[in-house]
């Protein structure tokens, strides 16, 4: 139990670490290293989490309506329907994908820190947040 202890500590010490190197940053980069990795892959799951739940509660509202019964609003409301929500490459549909990347981000920080020698049981209990 002692090691759980020990673990839960690191990841305090790395999340302040991960704070120290991203505060006041608005974009760029930080270093993930041994020290932080499971921190950094917590906290973009985090983020993933977050945005899916607020897409999802919102995606609907993206619809729009036509504004009229006129031929102008009954044909560009589906055009921006498609533009917004149905299209392949539509803005849901690119915020989707930007969730499924930091989703698989986090995945490939828990690889590294298996590669740095973490056990499966504290990569998960990073994930789930514990000792942190």
């Known amino acids: 139990m002692q090691l759980m202890g020990d ?4 990841i305090n010490e790395a999340f302040r670490q991960v704070d120290a190197a991203t505060q006041g940053m608005t974009s760029g980069t930080f270093t993930v290293n041994q020290h932080n990795v499971l921190a950094a892959a917590r906290i973009i799951e985090t983020q993933a989490d977050a945005l899916f739940d607020r897409w999802k509660l919102n995606k609907r509202d993206l619809r729009v309506e036509p504004p009229g019964s006129d031929d102008v609003s009954t044909r560009i409301a589906p055009a921006w329907n498609d533009r917004l929500v149905d299209d392949d490459d539509s803005y849901a549909r690119r915020v989707a994908d ?17 590669a740095y020698g973490y056990t499966e049981e504290q990569i998960e209990a990073a994930f789930r947040g514990q000792g942190a």
Request: net charge positive; aromatic share 10%.
């Open 7 to 10: 673990f839960g500590r690191g």
């Open 98 to 114: 930007y969730i499924t990347g930091l989703r698989k981000l986090a995945v490939q920080l828990g690889d590294t820190a298996k």
